[in-house]
């Protein structure tokens, strides 16, 4: 699992910080960090919890999946 560019892209583009996203699903600014540097294997849940907030699909954020590009 490598960084998460596409949630901190996604992040980005909605000017949140990572306090921004951790507070609206709940969890640490460290948790959703240690997501984006790859040092953290998220739950499904939480995954769909981020990207609810961000208005985007799993597939958007989470998944690496070239045949559809």
Not at 10 to 31: F, H, Y
């Amino acid at each position: 699992m490598g960084k998460n560019l596409k949630l901190k892209s996604a992040r980005a583009a909605k000017d949140m910080s990572q306090k921004d996203i951790a507070d609206a699903v709940g969890v640490t600014r460290q948790t959703i960090n240690a997501i984006e540097s790859g040092d953290y294997n998220p739950t499904i849940n939480l995954c769909i919890a981020i990207c609810k907030v961000l208005d985007k699909t799993l597939n958007d954020i989470f998944w690496e999946d070239d045949r559809n590009e």
